[in-house]
C-alpha cells in the first residue's frame, strides 16, 4: 500500500522549504559538537550498508572523494560509487594522518565484529577525527551535506535572535 507523500511547506516567503530545516539544525548541532566541516570533501568508508552506498552516491555527485576497505568495495561497486580501495592497515594509517575528514563504520557485536574495526575508529577517535557509527546519521549527515554544500550555506544567527524566540 502505498503511503502518502506530502508536499512542500514554505515557512515563510523568501524563507528556505521546511523540509530543508531538519538538514539545518542537524548540521548547526553537528557543527556546535566540533565536529568540522569536510572542506577537503574525503570520507573513509568501512563496513557500510546497502542504504548508505545509496546515500554514498549522491555524495560522490556533490564532489567528495571517497575511500572504502576491501569489505566495503563491493558494496560500493553495486551502487555505482567511485571509490579509492584501501587495505585495513592502509585505511588505519589515513586515519592516522588524518588524510579523510571523517570515518564512516557501523559496528557489528563484538563477538562477530573483526578486531580491525574496532582499531579503525580507535586511531580515528585518537587523532581526533569524526566517528560516525550509527547508520541512520550517516545517511542524514550525507544528505545534509548534500543539501547544504557550504557552512555558508547554515542561516546562522546571533545568539539574541534564538534567545528572543522564547
Request: net charge positive.
Amino acid at each position: 500500500m502505498p503511503t502518502r507523500v506530502l508536499g512542500w511547506r514554505w515557512h515563510r516567503p523568501g524563507k528556505s522549504p521546511a523540509s530543508a530545516r531538519p538538514h539545518n539544525a542537524f548540521l548547526k548541532a553537528l557543527l556546535s559538537s566540533h565536529f568540522k566541516w569536510p572542506n577537503r570533501k574525503r570520507l573513509l568508508v568501512s563496513h557500510i550498508t546497502e542504504d548508505y552506498a545509496r546515500e554514498l552516491r549522491s555524495m560522490t555527485g556533490q564532489g567528495f572523494k571517497v575511500w572504502t576497505t576491501d569489505d566495503s568495495a563491493s558494496v560500493c561497486e553495486r551502487h555505482g560509487v567511485k571509490a579509492t580501495v584501501l587495505t585495513m592497515p592502509q585505511a588505519i594509517e589515513a586515519a592516522a594522518n588524518c588524510e579523510v575528514d571523517f570515518v564512516v563504520n557501523f559496528p557489528e557485536h563484538p563477538s562477530k565484529e573483526s578486531p580491525d574495526y574496532y582499531k579503525l575508529r580507535r586511531t580515528a577517535t585518537d587523532y581526533a577525527l569524526p566517528v560516525i557509527s550509527n547508520e541512520r546519521v550517516a545517511i542524514m549527515l550525507a544528505q545534509s551535506l548534500c543539501k547544504h554544500k557550504s557552512i555558508s550555506e547554515l542561516d546562522v544567527q546571533l545568539y539574541d535572535y534564538y534567545h528572543s524566540l522564547y
